[in-house]
């Protein structure tokens, strides 16, 4: 049975390329819409950061994490810059670079 913080992993590993997700879309796809800071304590200690693209997880307002734990903040803005997302005054242009919720029964 997968514990919650796989069950995390395998909503952050479905996030697509260039798309990012927000913490509460990831713990409502987890299971439990109430999880988002589970969430970010799940992406801090990313067990394998090559294959779950935690960077790709930012707040509601689409801030980045000031303490993203594989790199720091610029970092994580580098690697979606990277996959061509884009930024206004600091945010991920969230109208445009969010990930569309797939549907959960």
């Known amino acids: 049975?997968?514990?919650?913080?796989?069950?995390?992993?395998?909503?952050?590993?479905q996030i697509p390329y260039g798309r990012v997700a927000t913490y509460g879309q990831v713990a409502a796809l987890a299971?439990?819409?109430r999880w988002?800071?589970?969430?970010?304590?799940?992406?801090?200690?990313n067990p394998d950061p090559e294959t779950i693209p935690c960077y790709r997880v930012v707040n509601r307002f689409g801030e980045v994490a000031e303490a993203f734990a594989f790199g720091g903040r610029n970092q994580q803005m580098d690697l979606l810059k990277a996959e061509g997302v884009e930024f206004e005054n600091g945010r991920v242009k969230l109208a445009k670079y969010q990930w569309e919720m797939p549907w959960k029964d």
């Open 1 to 13: 049975m997968e514990n919650t913080f796989e069950k995390i992993y395998r909503v952050v590993k």
């Open 31 to 33: 299971g439990n819409k």
């Open 36 to 45: 988002s800071r589970v969430v970010g304590y799940a992406l801090h200690s």
